[in-house]
Nanobody
Framework: QVQLVESGGGLVQAGGSLRLSCAASGGTFGRYGMGWFRQAPGKEREAVAAITPGGSTRNYADSVKGRFTISRDNAKNTVYLQMNSLKPEDTAVYYC?????????????????WGQGTQVTVSS
């Protein structure tokens, strides 16, 4: 059983930056692909970015390409999401998730474990 705990959310002005962290415990972190998802009020949860177990491949939603960067430190059992040039439409609860099946990185049901989420609010 893998436990995931996100941190780093908060309130930021448009154009600003935040770095989210997701600390994992209870499993072999390096065996899991990791993803970040987000859910805005009144909207369905959507995939934001994902990274393969070894970190060699990263995938991004079109809406965040060039602004967000996903990375991981397997020695620290942590995955990060660096968010730059934030926009009000990035406001959402951000979740990290772990998958043993990376092939369909943006599909929620492929993820086995989820964190509780961290709120990101971008003011205009």
């Amino acid at each position: 059983q893998v436990q995931l705990v996100e941190s780093g959310g908060g309130l930021v002005q448009a154009g600003g930056s935040l770095r989210l962290s997701c600390a994992a415990s209870g499993g072999t972190f390096g065996r899991y692909g990791m993803g970040w998802f987000r859910q805005a009020p009144g909207k369905e949860r959507e995939a934001v970015a994902a990274i393969t177990p070894g970190g060699s491949t990263r995938n991004y939603a079109d809406s965040v390409k060039g602004r967000f960067t996903i990375s991981r430190d397997n020695a620290k059992n942590t995955v990060y999401l660096q968010m730059n040039s934030l926009k009000p439409e990035d406001t959402a609860v951000y979740y990290c998730a772990a998958t043993q099946s990376y092939g369909t990185w943006s599909v929620e049901v492929r993820y086995d474990y989820w964190g509780q989420g961290t709120q990101v609010t971008v003011s205009s």
